[in-house]
């Protein structure tokens, strides 16, 4: 439970922890700075030296380097306070490319991007990032990645924390201020923001840009920030704002142009100049939550088909300024509470605070995304969470007839079906106050089309159109679209589709080979049409020499691919 003006319980419990992303190697340990006799002087000649699982030490002191991480490896700070990474004015303080790296208690400053990640399952924990020109952190189109007990601050031209085009990443017990934008989710998919405190910036957490979906903001507090304290904007759909406290904000929270289906929901929004605005936004749920002392309006809502309670008996929210009486003492006004802007009404309103148990959600994904008839999917629940208490039970309805067939302490279970087709599954997570939460998902299971078959010439001439016919069946009957790929270094790559076609239908591609003689190979697949890929198919076509004087410079990179790359890094 949580009451106005007191700090907002967590429990320690909450599964948040992905088994495969604390899976880090232990090699050797390699040491920076201090005063061992073969300590190295800076982390890139150590780093130069790790091997793949290895852990680089770093002694307090100040570093002024820009670091690549291309290996998996541990880089561990001293003291994060006092262990300094300085990028000079750079590109990226550190820039992480490899799966499963750790960095681990440092100060990180000075540079474009503080942290930049451009892969999967890495852990940045327990870091002071700040005076960067842009991002503090930035995670660039990949996933599965946890940013934990940082404090980011101080990055003025961006944000503090940016995800772009990222799904599945974490933000866990992050202090994030003095940004234009504390917390950025743009194009970005199923992140968690977990405990994190955003102030004085423009704005605290921004989710917006383009189908932005299913992300969970769950007990954060932003205030002080001098614009919006949670933002969902721009064709943003089914987030989820759970237990957060926004105060002190020109908007506490704002639902803004083309999102649909965002929930609001335990949270404590209070001394704003306005509690909730939505504009140009349909199909949103807010309920359960306490406005208070919000000076201009509580609550403004242009539009006419957002839903403001959560049907009788739950109720819908505490208004500080609701006049209406309870005659029969249930709790709930008589009363419907308009909503300014428009002709929205809570429907319910609560007569006292929410003070409330608050239940558990649940969260699921599953490997592979669609399996075959007979394979065996994993089951993760790991990413549910309970606000306020923690989960002791995970139950699953495998054929969502109302009966849970599995219950397991543990969030992970496994489960095949025989035949291609839709399955609900549905998990149920019980807290140990007894509260429940649901969710069901769809599962596909189907066959992959087969691999392709490519038939044409094995021979030919520069700048003369062929034909190459390809061919798949697909076991289920959907139609296949055709991925290919003509390729013979990369100065000369083209990729295309073809599709959607129906299973068993012979497709032509057609090529023109232009990149000089010699060797080409051209690669198919088939996808059918709930994603499922099969096996890339191959076939190789010469080229002769050709008396075309441009096409020497084809060859000569060919055959000195040095030089190919120094031209690479002139133009490029």
């Known amino acids: 439970m949580f009451l106005i003006g007191t700090p907002l319980p967590i429990s320690g419990t909450i599964s948040i922890e992905r088994n495969n992303i604390s899976n880090f190697l232990h090699g050797n340990t390699l040491y920076v700075g201090g005063d061992g006799p073969e300590n190295y002087t800076t982390i890139n000649d150590a780093y ?4 793949r699982g290895d852990t680089i030490f770093v002694y307090s002191g100040i570093y002024n380097e820009e670091v690549s991480l291309g290996k998996r490896i541990n880089l561990i700070g001293q003291d994060r306070k006092n262990t300094i990474i300085d990028g000079c004015e750079g590109n990226n303080v550190i820039k992480i490319r490899a799966d499963n790296i750790k960095v681990d208690n440092f100060e990180i400053r000075n540079a474009e991007d503080g942290i930049e990640i451009q892969s999967e399952q890495n852990i940045v924990k327990n870091c002071n990032i700040h005076s960067n020109r842009e991002n503090g952190i930035y995670i660039f189109e990949c996933n599965d990645n946890k940013i934990e007990n940082c404090i980011v601050y101080d990055n003025n031209a961006e944000d503090g924390i940016n995800l772009y085009k990222s799904s599945f990443n974490q933000i866990i017990n992050c202090t994030v201020y003095e940004n234009s934008y504390g917390i950025y989710l743009s194009e970005s998919v199923k992140n968690q923001i977990f405990n994190c405190t955003t102030y004085e910036n423009g704005i605290g957490i921004y989710i917006t840009g383009y189908y932005s979906g299913e992300n969970d903001i769950v007990n954060c507090v932003a205030f002080n920030n001098s614009y919006h304290g949670i933002n ?7 987030n989820n704002v759970i237990f957060c406290k926004t105060y002190n904000n020109q908007y506490g929270v704002e639902i803004y142009l083309d999102c649909i289906v965002n929930t609001i929901s335990y949270c404590s929004i209070f001394n704003n100049n306005c509690g909730v605005f939505i504009d140009k936004a349909i199909s949103n749920h807010i309920y359960h939550n306490n406005f208070i002392n919000n000076t201009n309006t509580n609550a403004n809502d242009a539009n006419d088909n957002n839903t403001w309670d959560n049907s009788y008996p739950s109720g819908g929210n505490y208004w500080d300024d609701y006049n209406g009486s309870d005659a029969n003492g249930d709790g709930i006004g008589d009363n419907p509470y308009n909503i300014p802007g428009g002709n929205n009404t809570d ?8 003070t409330a148990n608050v239940p558990p959600f649940a969260r699921l994904i599953w490997n592979p995304v669609v399996p ?3 394979q065996t999917a ?3 629940a790991s990413r549910s969470f309970d606000p ?3 989960i002791i039970l995970y139950e699953w309805d495998w054929d969502n007839d109302g009966t849970y067939d599995e219950s397991y302490t543990s969030p992970i279970a496994t489960h095949s079906w025989i035949s291609s087709g839709y399955y609900d599954v549905k998990l149920r997570v019980t807290d140990s106050d007894n509260a429940t939460g649901t969710l069901t998902k769809t599962i596909i299971v189907n066959y ?10 094995l021979e030919g001439k520069i700048d003369v159109l062929y034909n190459y016919t390809v061919l798949s069946y697909d076991p289920e009957n ?6 290919y790929i003509f390729y013979k270094h990369e100065w000369y790559r083209y990729d295309g589709t073809e599709g959607p076609w129906p299973s068993g239908l012979p497709v032509i591609i057609r090529h023109t080979f232009s990149g000089g003689s010699g060797t080409y190979k051209i690669s198919v697949k088939a996808v059918d049409e709930v994603g499922k890929e099969s096996n890339w198919a191959y076939l190789e076509v010469t080229m002769p020499k050709s008396h075309n004087p441009i096409w020497w410079l084809y060859d000569l990179l060919e055959r000195f691919p040095l030089l190919q790359k120094l031209l690479n890094f002139i133009f490029y």
């Open 372 to 374: 075959d008839p007979g």
């Open 378 to 380: 994993t089951f993760d």
């Open 232 to 238: 969902i904007g721009i064709n943003s759909k089914k």
């Open 478 to 483: 959907d139609n296949i679209t055709y991925h």
């Open 388 to 390: 306020d208490d923690s």
């Open 347 to 354: 429907e319910y309103p609560l007569i006292e605070k929410w």
């Open 48 to 51: 130069d030296n790790a091997s």
């Open 448 to 457: 992959p089309p087969s691999e392709p078959s490519i038939e044409g010439p």
